[in-house]
């Protein structure tokens, strides 16, 4: 069965610092892989995704994420945190391309020091 | 374009009271969601519609059922609400799932007193 780990639930770095989140996921077969981002008081929206094209990914707003199957990983960074930045992070996986479910993880909450 | 939308956006609910949480999208998707959003605990899939006219139970069904109206409306119910089912409600849709973006609708925040 599929799943996903977040490393950190809440992450705090300062204005202009490299932001690392971090995931890890389980499947039994090469998967979907995405991060969605919540500004507070609002839905989701998706951030970038993996579907077996590139492994290195760049989305939204800056942020970029890296699929390495040895490692099960698919961790979100961006070289420069901004303000604009604070929000909650969700990983989630589907390993099916017919499947309509994908499994989100716990989230965490990046914080941006002024 | 309105993407998904939700109503209502608040609800306070006394327990063994039922209402219908409503969701539509405009984007022609196939397959339809629904979220509950508790602190710590990410998303965690309700129902789910992968067609119209078709409904699957996800990870935390009890307590709730669906109805899929037509290719646009999929609205959750609560036949007789408890504490437990305090929590934020998403509804989400997408094309045809798997490797295809889910777009999220604002929300509704549920209290059961």
């Known amino acids: 069965a599929q799943s996903v780990t977040q490393l950190g639930s809440h992450v705090s770095v300062s204005e202009g610092a490299l932001v690392l989140l971090r995931c890890n996921y389980s499947s039994s077969v090469p998967p979907y892989l995405f991060w969605y981002v919540q500004y507070p008081n609002q839905g989701l929206q998706l951030l970038l995704k993996?579907?077996?094209?590139?492994?290195l990914v760049k989305g939204i707003n800056g942020f970029e994420a890296e699929f390495k199957k040895s490692e099960t990983s698919f961790h979100l960074t961006k070289p420069s945190a901004h303000m604009s930045d604070a929000a909650e992070y969700f990983c989630a996986v589907s390993d099916l391309p017919g499947a309509s479910k994908i499994i989100f993880g716990s989230g965490t909450r990046l914080s941006i020091r002024p | 374009n309105a993407g998904v939308t939700q109503t209502p956006k608040f609800q306070v609910l006394k327990t063994g009271q039922s209402m219908t949480l409503q969701c539509a999208q405009d984007?022609?998707?196939?397959?339809m969601y629904w979220y509950r959003q508790d602190p710590g605990m990410g998303l965690r899939l309700i129902y789910y519609?992968?067609?119209?006219?078709?409904?699957d139970k996800g990870e935390v069904p009890n307590g709730y059922n669906v109805s899929r109206l037509n290719k646009r409306e999929f609205s959750l119910r609560l036949e007789s609400a408890a504490p437990s089912q305090t929590s934020v409600y998403f509804c989400?849709?997408?094309?045809?799932?798997?490797?295809?973006?889910?777009?999220f609708g604002p929300g509704t925040r549920l209290t059961v007193l």
């Open positions: 993996y579907t077996s094209a590139a492994t």
């Open positions: 519609s992968a067609s119209e006219g078709t409904t």
């Open positions: 989400a849709s997408t094309s045809s799932g798997g490797g295809d973006t889910q777009y």
């Open positions: 984007m022609n998707h196939n397959s």
